[in-house]
Nanobody, 124 residues
Framework: QVQLVESGGGLVQAGGSLRLSCAAS????????MGWFRQAPGKEREFVAY????????YYTDSVKGRFTISTDNAKNTVYLQINSLKPEDTAGYYC?????????????????WGQGTQVTVSS
């Protein structure tokens, strides 16, 4: 099993920035990629970005391209999501997830392990 713990969320004014972290522990050698998803109240959980642990593959949903950056620190078993130019519509719980099957997908079903989430709230 892999345990994932997100941190770094908070209340930020529109236009501000946050850096979210997801620390992984357990059988980390058994997963191949990490994803970030977000879920706003009353909405389905939606894909944000993924990255392979090798760093050779990244992908972002259109709404965050140019503003969000996903990265890893392999020595710390941590994945980051740098969020710039925050908009009120970015307000959501942000969740990291681990892909053990090298699917590099954008659906929740592509991921095997999930963290508890960290809240990002953007004020106007």
């Amino acid at each position: 099993q892999v345990q994932l713990v997100e941190s770094g969320g908070g209340l930020v004014q529109a236009g501000g920035s946050l850096r979210l972290s997801c620390a992984a522990s357990g059988r980390t050698s058994n997963y191949y990629a990490m994803g970030w998803f977000r879920q706003a109240p009353g909405k389905e959980r939606e894909f944000v970005a993924y990255i392979s642990w090798s760093g050779t593959s990244t992908y972002y949903t259109d709404s965050v391209k140019g503003r969000f950056t996903i990265s890893t620190d392999n020595a710390k078993n941590t994945v980051y999501l740098q969020i710039n130019s925050l908009k009120p519509e970015d307000t959501a719980g942000y969740y990291c997830a681990a892909d053990s099957r090298h699917e590099l997908g954008t659906r929740t079903a592509n991921y095997d392990y999930w963290g508890q989430g960290t809240q990002v709230t953007v004020s106007s």
